[in-house]
């Protein structure tokens, strides 16, 4: 199957401080992207879409200020936690789906964990 | 609002026995089912995924069986091995949309 990496994998910051996580699809070209959170025993919850060249759509809730999505080209996405707080550790997630009329499934990332101090 | 329901939360199996997720939907818009299986620290896999124009998928020892009708999805994990321990969770998509997670369930496969 298609291969999408993030980076890094674990991430500690200070509180204030901004944190930028990549997602890769290695192997294709995705159209779209994903973004997700979750947090432990959960499941996962979609935070913003965001497609190639357009702005993010996020989802109701979650503040666009403060999770910066750019979707900058067809193999790279990128969420920025802006201003992090404690409460914004978790366990981020991305997915991307292939440029293709059939299936349009969604491959994941391995996820990145975030620990805000 | 939990658009797919899973259950059961958690469940525990013996080595070489059957274990049985189950999801239900109410948007009959969806069209799209797959299941992902998660270990700790790890991001979603899929294993399998349906389309509703088929009422069951088999591949390898994962078997989904899809009710139209009734709105309802399940996943058959068959001769279940420790290896199998991990999150599963359902979800379903209406084409160009993202997915919508069940809330996972926990199975847990003893020697």
């Known amino acids: 199957g298609a291969v999408v990496s993030q980076h890094p994998s674990r991430v500690i910051c200070k509180s204030g401080t901004s944190v930028k996580i990549e997602c890769r699809s290695l192997d294709f070209q995705a159209t779209t992207m994903f973004w997700y959170r979750q947090f432990p025993k959960q499941s996962l919850m979609l935070m913003a879409t965001?497609?190639?060249?357009?702005?993010?759509?996020?989802e109701q809730g979650v503040e666009k200020d403060k999770f910066l999505i750019n979707h900058a080209s067809l193999t790279l996405s990128t969420l920025t936690v802006t201003s992090a707080h404690p409460e914004d550790s978790s366990f981020y997630i991305c997915?991307?789906?292939?440029?293709?009329?059939?299936?349009?499934?969604?491959?994941f990332g391995p996820g990145t964990r975030l620990t805000v101090l | 609002q939990q658009q797919v329901k899973q259950s059961p939360q958690s469940l525990i199996v013996q080595k070489g026995g059957i274990s049985i997720i189950n999801c239900a939907y109410e948007n009959t818009a969806f069209d799209y089912f797959p299941w992902y299986q998660q270990f700790p620290g790890k991001g979603p896999a899929l294993l399998i995924a349906?389309?509703?124009?088929?009422s069951e998928k088999k591949e390898g020892r994962f078997t989904i069986s899809f009710n139209k009708s009734a709105k309802q999805f399940s996943l058959h994990i068959m001769d279940s091995q420790p290896g199998d321990s991990a999150t599963y969770f359902c979800?379903?998509?209406?084409?160009?949309?993202?997915?919508?997670f069940g809330k996972g369930t926990s199975l847990l496969v003893t020697p």
């Open positions: 979800a379903a998509r209406h084409s160009g949309y993202a997915l919508n």
């Open positions: 349906i389309r509703p124009d088929v």
């Open positions: 965001s497609n190639e060249g357009s702005k993010a759509t996020y």
């Open positions: 997915s991307a789906s292939e440029r293709r009329e059939t299936n349009n499934e969604q491959f």
